[in-house]
């Protein structure tokens, strides 16, 4: 693997700018739209760079092949579920606090490779980093100018949609023998197809007269922050290595509070600073045992 340039961290900066720019644009879709039928239209918006991806560089799009129910599996848990547990949560706390839960997922991921991988064991390096981390994450929670009696619950399900990220990574283990856009494009698919049904029982979004300013921001959200942040991810992930592309968990929290305060003017309190320290510690610490 070659060393970073400087056009490599560009890019693993721009990626860590859409992602962490998902949590504002989320927290504008949710005037308009509701939680699943922000999940539908993001995954939606979401294969269409992905198809044409593989279109062009002619990989086939195993969906509806015999592994068809592992993509379907990874596409509800990696995807569907954490889509709308975020979207749910977002629309009740600011979307910095989303970014900074959502950065949690690094921590989770720790935990479960002790139990779910052969390479990825506890050590004392690691174990001190997930409790230095996971602390941050709870000394947010006694902020009560952001999460009180009205949110705790909101803020919860946003934690859960992070570990849905993290099961959905550990299953994807199971297929990793596939070619990335083809997993990625396959899982977005069955997604879609999962919400279709959901958005029209539980939503019924054929009414609704959205803002234009949420709707560009659901299109935004599938198009550019899930679909061409994947696209940008692999190249990440292809030319410098997974090592490499995890370090957009440390700008991510970072930027989520920058954009939440520039385009919301959220609250940034002392405690959410303090947190963020902390959980930036726990993921150096936990990723330092493994570089």
């Not at 070659?2 to 560009?10: E, G, I």
């Not at 993290?166 to 494009?185: A, D, H, Q, W």
């Not at 440390?250 to 385009?263: D, S, V």
Request: charged share 10%.
């Amino acid at each position: 693997m070659k060393s970073p340039r400087f056009y490599d961290y560009l890019l693993l900066t721009i990626l860590a700018l859409i992602w962490s720019s998902a949590f504002f644009n989320i927290k504008i879709a949710t005037n308009s739209f509701g939680p699943i039928t922000i999940a539908f239209l993001r995954v939606f918006f979401a294969s269409i760079p992905l198809l044409i991806l593989c279109h062009f560089k002619k990989i086939k799009v195993e969906a509806f092949t015999k592994d068809w129910h592992r993509f379907a599996i990874i596409g509800f848990v990696n995807l569907v579920l954490p889509f709308f547990l975020i979207s749910y949560g977002v629309k009740f706390v600011q979307s910095n606090l989303a970014a900074i839960l959502m950065s949690s997922t690094p921590l989770t991921s720790t935990i479960l490779g002790h139990y779910f991988t052969k390479l990825e064991k506890f050590n004392l390096t690691k174990t001190l980093g997930v409790l230095v981390g996971f602390s941050g994450i709870v000394y947010l929670f006694s902020d009560n100018l952001l999460i009180n009696e009205n949110n705790y619950f909101a803020a919860i399900l946003i934690l859960l949609g992070a570990t849905g990220y993290v099961v959905g990574g550990v299953l994807t283990l199971k297929i990793s023998n596939k070619k990335n856009e083809n997993v990625t494009t396959s899982i977005c698919i069955w997604a879609t197809l999962i919400l279709i049904p959901l958005t029209l029982y539980f939503e019924n979004p054929k009414g609704l007269d959205p803002e234009l300013i949420s709707l560009i921001s659901v299109i935004y959200l599938g198009i550019v922050a899930t679909g061409i942040a994947w696209l940008l991810r692999f190249k990440i992930l292809t030319d410098n290595g997974l090592i490499f592309q995890s370090q957009v968990s440390f700008l991510i929290p970072i930027f989520g509070i920058i954009l939440g305060y520039i385009f919301l003017g959220e609250v940034i309190t002392p405690k959410i600073i303090i947190s963020v320290i902390l959980v930036l510690i726990g993921i150096y610490l936990a990723k330092k045992s493994t570089d």
